[in-house]
Each structure stands twice: as structure tokens, then as C-alpha cells.
């Protein structure tokens, strides 16, 4: 006997419940055109993840209702086809132990089985995450029970199916009382962000759940750029044994199909299995896809970023056209005074390859009117980092002026390293509406650099970064000799700090015990403290890394605590 599974590795959009559902019901039409008998849909799909508040306003809940039964009664003439839908369900129990006339509300993260237009089953998720991006404790009650229901083969044989929701899988008792309960097969939805590494631990935890039960794994996940979060996909089947036996492409929609035959030595599973990638080659994909989703979702019909000819604005700028194409992408070139001429002829080098609209606008004007206005106030005072932001603040509000005209969102290009130290400049660089490469720090950043100019993956053109703006010192140009390095570490010095202090909690005396000068660690673990005002102000930015200056860093901005 034969089990047809299809896994609907969608991408959909928080709030559009008529939308996502029209997506489940063509992927239902097609997965039951192809034989399945058993659609997977990610978690929560009927609203998109994660919808954050709106779970606590009752008439969104009501919409993701109506969307389910739409659903439902549109997928009635699917015969034998049992489909898991992810929603949240508003169970309500009459009266409570104060008032008896109260009704009292739970909402759960949940998934509904459809079989002919009836929900035949509905489990509640168990294990609710509450670190990192998530808050679902905040919205949901844990469930209690498990599920298992019955999907017959093609040949009339009933397979038990035990459903889990994501975190679920992350612990024993759901797999096990799934096991306990008569499951056969294991089945897990999912609504899991990227970050690197990400998708090798997730196969790594489902193998140890596969192996503590001994059943099969099939793990539907989700795909597509939410706010600051991206899911990559690479939905997957393990065998009983743990080992991989199908793999979903990353990055993209697709229906995946899984077969699954019930032989006298087990299951023999059938599934195309995609290659695991590099390290820069899912990071590259994770932002394309974060950029382009960001942009589409919300509806901005282009993107504007400053050019400066320095590696950070280049590396966005390959970014916006891979994720939007040259047409939807300008590019604003916006010398100083101490802007250097390779500077001037490395953008318009990397414009022209890129094939985007590029403009010039010389700020000299605007940053001489500023001084002579305030040449009073500032009378017997030396030039120093004021007059620097002077000039980031004037790029800062041309681009805006020209979103603002235009329609198209401005991207920022500032990295992880500089928004952990404070190199930015507030309503200067800072000012836009995404924040492209924020959880990205500068090392990686070369790297990529190099990735992107030696592949195409989009087609957009080979090679576009010219060579020098990879290799010549970062400087953000704003004073005579400006380098970066001036005021910082060594980027492989500070970005290892970084990590160190800011993604992992290591004190700085483990850092320094490590065999990092005190000096450099006292120095980054300072600029990370007091630069936390800013970082509240700067424009979200896709997280790529298992902790970003976003949702997962919440430090307040006024405190005497030093270590």
C-alpha cells in the first residue's frame, strides 16, 4: 500500500485570510489531482505567521473562521482527500467558576483535518515558544491531547497519521503520546524563521524525534519574507530511521510530493531530495527573498537606496535588483565634499552593470548652507563628528524627499556591525523604511560580496560589483582620510566580539579569557550599551541570524547595568 502525501510549501500573507485560502484550495485541487491523500499546510497558514496582535482582536479571529469554512466547503468534491489546515481556534466554554452567564475564550494555535467539506479532527499546539521572535504565549493556551486520525491509501488501507504543530517536534512527550496513540507516520507544519545554520538543526532535531519514536517524519514548512522574519521553506521526509529521505527546494512555493509504501521492512519513501546549499548562497536567497516580499506585500512600487561606491551600499544594491529587477531599483549617488573620485567612478561602474537608474546629487551646497547657518552657534568650536552627520543627515532627507515624490521605499545600508557600535548616523544613513543588511555584519558582508560576483542566481548579470569596492578600505567618507578602521576594531576582531557578547550572552571577562584585548572588548561591549537609543529608531531589517537587533534583542535603553 501506497501513502500520497503532498506538503503545500506556500507563502502567504499575514492578514489576507480570503487570499491565503484560495491558495490552500488550488493547492488542494492539485495535490488531489496528483493522487494525494493527505495535503499538509504550514502553521497558521490561513492567517500567515505571525499575525502578532491581531490574534487579540476578535473580529481577525472571526475572519480566519469564515476563511477556514471557505476552504472547507470548496474542497467538498475532493474525494478521499484529507487536508491539515493551520489556523488559530477560538474554543469557548460556557460559564466559568465566577459568573456563570461569562463565556470564557481560549485561543489556540491550531490545525483542522478537512475531509469532504467536514472538519473531521482538530489538534492544539502544545509547546508554545516564547524566547527569541516569539510570543506566542502571549496569545495562545496550550493544548493537551493528542491527534491521530486515519488516512486511507488508494488501496483502502488506513494509515495513522499523528499531527504536531512546529514546536511540538522540538520536545518528547507530543511525538511519543502521538506514537502511544497508534501513530504510524508522523506530521509536523511549521512556521520556522531562517537563520544561518537554521535548516541543518531542524533536520538534526526531526532525526531525533524520528529515531525516539520510530516512525516516519514528514515536515511541512512555510516560505516567504514576514516583516523582519524570513522562512525559507525545505519542507522534508526522514525515515524511520532518521535518515533524510526527501528535501524541498529552498526559497521558493512548491508542492511537494511524498510517497510513502508500507513494505514487510518498513516504509519505502519516495521524495526528490534539493542539495543542501552554502552558507553565503542561503543568506543571499534569505534576503532576496526578504526584500522582495517586504516591497510586494506592503505594495511600494520601487526601491531607492544612496550609492556610495563603498561595499555596503553595492552589496544592497545587488540585493534590490535580484530581488525586484533593474526597473524597480534607482540608485542616488551623493558626493561631499570629501568623497573620493575612485568613489564617484566605482558607482557609476557598478550602476551601469546593474542597469539601474543612477543619479547624481552633490550635497555641497546643502552642507555649506548648514554651516554658514550655524557658524554663530558653533563659533570657537572645531569641526568634528557634527559636521560628519551634517553630511549623513542631508543624503538622508534628499532620499527621503525623492520616496516621498516618487512612491518607492528608501532601503538602508547600514550592516549589523555598525548598528551594534553606533557607525550610523540617526535620521542620517538610518533614515528609510528597510534596513536590508542590518543582521548582517561586515565580514559576512565581504563574503557575500564575493558569493553574489561569483554567481547569478537570478539572472540579473555576472560579476557586478567592480572589484575595487571589495578590496579598498571601508570609509564612510566624511571627513579628509576618513577609514573605518580609525574609530573601530579590526572587522574580524569586533565582529567576533559581537557575536560573542551580543548573539551568545558571554560575559566580557569569557571574552577576554577567549583572547581578546580587554581594550577591544571593554570598547564594543560600550558601544553596544550606550548606542541602544538608536538601534530603537532604525527601520526594521530581514534577521538572518539566531539573534538580530529586532524582535530578539529587548534591552533597555536606560540602565546602570555595566557587565
Known amino acids: 500500500m501506497t501513502l500520497k502525501i503532498c506538503v503545500a510549501q506556500l507563502n502567504f500573507v499575514v492578514g489576507d485570510m480570503p487570499g491565503n485560502a484560495r491558495k490552500i484550495i488550488d493547492a488542494a485541487h492539485e495535490a488531489h489531482a496528483r493522487g494525494a491523500r493527505l495535503l499538509l499546510t504550514p502553521e497558521l497558514a490561513i492567517c500567515g505567521y505571525a499575525a502578532e496582535d491581531l490574534f487579540l482582536r476578535p473580529a481577525f479571529i472571526e475572519a480566519c473562521d469564515d476563511a477556514l469554512k471557505t476552504v472547507a466547503s470548496e474542497t467538498i468534491q475532493l474525494k478521499g ?22 463565556s470564557v475564550a481560549r485561543l489556540f494555535n491550531a490545525a483542522s483535518v478537512l475531509l469532504e467539506g467536514v472538519v473531521k479532527h482538530r489538534y492544539a499546539k502544545r509547546e508554545l515558544p516564547n524566547y527569541q521572535v516569539f510570543d506566542e504565549r502571549r496569545y495562545f493556551v496550550p493544548g493537551t491531547e493528542p491527534c491521530v486520525f486515519d488516512v486511507p491509501t488508494a488501496e483502502g488501507v ?51 524525534r524520528a529515531l525516539s519514536t520510530g516512525l516516519p517524519l514528514v515536515y511541512a514548512h512555510l516560505v516567504g519574507g514576514q516583516d523582519e522574519i524570513v522562512f525559507e521553506g525545505r519542507s522534508f521526509v526522514l525515515g524511520a530511521d532518521g535518515a533524510l529521505a526527501g528535501r524541498a527546494i529552498s526559497f521558493e512555493e512548491t508542492l511537494f510530493d511524498v510517497a510513502m509504501e508500507l513494505q514487510a521492512g518498513g516504509w519505502r519513501i519516495d521524495a526528490a531530495v534539493d542539495r543542501a546549499h552554502s552558507q553565503e548562497a542561503d543568506l543571499w536567497h534569505a534576503l532576496v527573498l526578504g526584500v522582495r516580499d517586504y516591497i510586494g506585500k506592503n505594495g511600494f512600487p520601487a526601491a531607492i ?43 557609476r561602474d557598478m550602476a551601469a552593470r546593474m542597469g539601474v537608474r543612477y543619479d547624481e546629487i552633490a550635497i555641497a551646497p546643502q552642507f555649506e548652507a548648514f554651516k554658514a547657518s550655524l557658524a554663530q552657534e558653533f563659533a570657537g568650536r572645531a569641526e568634528d563628528t557634527t559636521e560628519e552627520n551634517l553630511q549623513a543627515r542631508i543624503r538622508g532627507t534628499l532620499l527621503m524627499a525623492l520616496s516621498n515624490k516618487f512612491g518607492g521605499i528608501v532601503l538602508t545600508t547600514g550592516n ?70 580609525d574609530s573601530l576594531p579590526e572587522y574580524e576582531v569586533l565582529d567576533a566580539i559581537i557575536e560573542r557578547y551580543m548573539e551568545n550572552d558571554q560575559s566580557p571577562a569569557s571574552i577576554v579569557a577567549a583572547g581578546y584585548a580587554q581594550a577591544d572588548v571593554d570598547k564594543v561591549v560600550r558601544l553596544i550599551r550606550v548606542n541602544e537609543y538608536k538601534r530603537r529608531q532604525a527601520p526594521v531589517g530581514i534577521r538572518v541570524t539566531h539573534r538580530s537587533f529586532g524582535k530578539d534583542w529587548r534591552y533597555p535603553i536606560t540602565s546602570k547595568y555595566r557587565a
Open 416 to 485: 549589523k556591525s555598525e548598528m551594534a557600535t553606533g557607525y550610523c548616523t540617526l535620521y542620517g544613513d538610518m533614515a528609510g523604511g528597510f534596513a536590508v543588511i542590518k543582521d548582517v555584519a561586515k565580514t559576512m558582508v565581504f563574503r557575500l560580496a564575493r558569493w553574489r560576483n561569483a554567481h547569478d542566481p537570478y539572472g540579473t548579470g555576472a560579476n557586478p560589483i567592480p572589484e575595487r569596492i571589495i578590496t579598498r578600505p571601508p570609509s564612510a567618507e566624511l571627513r579628509p582620510d576618513q577609514k573605518d578602521q
Open 81 to 102: 482527500l484529507h487536508i491539515v489546515v493551520g489556523h488559530p481556534w477560538r474554543a469557548t466554554d460556557a460559564g466559568d467558576r465566577r459568573e456563570r452567564s461569562v
Open 158 to 208: 488506513a494509515v495513522r497519521v499523528g499531527l504536531l504543530i512546529c514546536e511540538d517536534a522540538w520536545f518528547d512527550a507530543p511525538a511519543a503520546d502521538a506514537a502511544a496513540a497508534g501513530a504510524q507516520v508522523l506530521a509536523v507544519i511549521n512556521a520556522s524563521p531562517f537563520h544561518t545554520g537554521k535548516g541543518g538543526e531542524r533536520e538534526a532535531m526531526m532525526r531525533e
Open 305 to 347: 537606496l544612496g550609492l556610495s561606491g563603498g561595499i555596503d551600499s553595492a552589496l544592497v544594491l545587488a540585493i534590490a535588483v535580484d530581488a525586484l529587477g533593474k526597473d524597480r531599483v534607482r540608485a542616488v549617488m551623493m558626493p561631499s565634499p570629501y568623497t573620493a573620485d575612485i568613489s564617484w567612478i566605482d558607482a
